[in-house]
């Protein structure tokens, strides 16, 4: 009998980093409800960014899980991924789709509901110095693997 999980070991085998662009859609969803320019930014309009801010980290927290498990349980599947000619080109998927995340919570969490206080912005801050790094390491540290080490 076949067994139908929505988390089977071949799903987790074939994770993508493409998977992190609906992390960057969901993203710019609340950002486009807290920046509606006929809205006033009203506490409505505030609540659905804050909805779409919950989801965004729900699913970025969801994938997030799934690609370390399938670089920890395939580890081949890394040196995979660098090497194929479209899925490398989605890992910067990942620093963009947090990089949402941290607007949000900056913009929305931060400012408008005024959750967490200094202590949070600080979090959020050494959050994005980290998304920036990692930024910057697949800006140019992909063109390397790219045009030096695979040619």
């Known amino acids: 009998m076949l067994s139908y999980s929505l988390i089977s070991m071949q799903n987790i085998s074939h994770f993508s980093p493409a998977w992190f662009a609906i992390n960057m859609g969901t993203g710019v969803i609340s950002t486009l409800f807290h920046g509606f320019p006929y ?9 659905f960014a804050l909805a779409f801010f919950f989801l965004n980290l729900f699913l970025f927290s969801l994938f997030l899980a799934l690609s370390m498990a399938c670089y920890i349980m395939f580890p081949r599947n890394w040196r ?14 990942f620093p ?34 980290l998304d920036a790094i990692l930024s910057f390491f ?3 540290g992909l ?7 695979l040619l």
């Open 80 to 93: 995979s991924i660098l090497h194929h000619p479209v899925q490398s080109l989605y890992i910067g998927c």
């Open 39 to 47: 809205g006033g930014h009203s506490k409505i309009m505030n609540g």
């Open 138 to 140: 697949c800006c140019f």
């Open 143 to 149: 063109v390397y693997v790219m045009c030096v080490i």
């Open 96 to 129: 963009m789709g947090a990089d949402t995340l941290i607007t949000v919570g900056i913009v929305v969490v931060s400012q408008y509901w005024g959750f967490g206080g200094t202590a949070f912005v600080y979090v959020l801050w050494a959050f994005w110095w």
